[in-house]
């Protein structure tokens, strides 16, 4: 999944003050680009359950990260085990 970088930037206040004072830089996020990516992609698949997630690369615009999903209804997955208690587990 890719998430685009980039600070989070406010509209600049019409008001006079100073540009110390402003409040448009410096604002950080409330999750992280792994949570981005991973909440991007459990709304893209809503029958599909996350297994886990990892960082894969980052170039200038662009945060890459390899998402895990399995699938609870197929008949290879109730089968497993280790995965059924996994996705048992984190729904």
């Given at each position: 999944?890719?998430?685009g970088v980039g600070g989070m930037r406010r509209r600049r206040p019409r008001g006079g003050r100073r540009p110390k004072h402003l409040g448009v830089t410096r604002i950080?996020?409330?999750v992280s680009m792994?949570?981005?990516a991973e909440n991007r992609i459990l709304q893209r698949y809503p029958n599909l359950n996350l297994l886990g997630s990892y960082f894969v690369y980052k170039d200038g615009r662009h945060h890459w990260f390899e998402i895990i999903l399995?699938?609870?209804s197929h008949p290879?997955?109730?089968q497993d085990?280790?995965?059924k208690g996994r996705i048992s587990v984190a729904a």
């Open positions: 999944m890719r998430v950080k996020a409330d792994r949570q981005v399995a699938d609870p290879r997955i109730i085990k280790e995965i």
